[in-house]
């Protein structure tokens, strides 16, 4: 089944707080099926780049990058910013790298970002600013979902690469 891109998604915001919880269930969620993904795959097939396009460590790498950039974000809503930071579409090199250093920039990133989310007050979740690219006003609560959906297209991309190079020798 051919999947949807992530610039072709169209998004609605406006959700209340009271679905943050769930949100951060699937952002904390990530760091558990990537190790699942990942364990006893080779190197050599993290840092395998078919089609000429990232590698499932630079995946995890640029999950890094944007929990980075979502962690500015929540504070740029949080002091009323009108407009937040672009987001990075580059992601660093991350294959000379060992897998298990890719997932602790991520695991790092990640949760410095759900211990911010769990320790905004409930009011504040609802403060919004501009999102750049999709010209809509966005809350913290929007961008937790927002994430998670961006975790899972991800998600999606690290099963494409396995399964392309289980067909393969290198697995």
Known sequence: MKRTEWF????????PAGMLPFYLERLEGTIFRLEIKLHNIPDEVLSAKPDGKWSVKQNIGHLAEVDEI??????????GAEKL?????????????????VLEYFKRTRRENLLKYKTTPE??????????????QMTPVDLSWFDAEHDDHHLVRINEIISILSKTSLL
């Open 8 to 15: 072709e998604r169209k998004f609605t915001f406006g959700l």
């Open 70 to 79: 979502a962690n500015k974000r929540i504070d740029e809503m949080l002091t």
């Open 85 to 101: 930071s672009p987001a990075v579409f580059e992601p660093k090199d991350y294959n000379p790298w060992p897998v298990e250093h």
């Open 123 to 136: 009011d504040d979740l609802l403060k919004s600013s501009l999102h750049p690219r999709l010209n809509l």
